[in-house]
């Protein structure tokens, strides 16, 4: 059986590293206070929804304020929608942020 024997020196300790810029971080999270939840591939609940930009059976394109988000898809259509939360329903095939 192969055991380690204790050198005596004990294991240096790196300083933890944050990889990330955070001034870009900081930035980016607040283009938009919209926060959007996806369940699977067919359904969406998008909160800070400011309006419909572009609306069909295959694309839908809404506002957040300083960036828009495009489903595309089949079948879409928004289930439901108010002043600021909206429900986009149908089968995503894919799902991009537009500013």
Known sequence: MNRR???GKKAEKKPFRLLVDTQKLAQS???TDSRIEILGNTEAVVEGC???LEYDENVIVLNLGKMSVKFEGEDLSLKC???SDAVVEGVFVSIEYLR
């Open 29 to 31: 999270a607040h283009l």
């Open 5 to 7: 024997r204790p050198t």
């Open 50 to 52: 400011k309006g419909v």
């Open 81 to 83: 929608m108010n002043d």
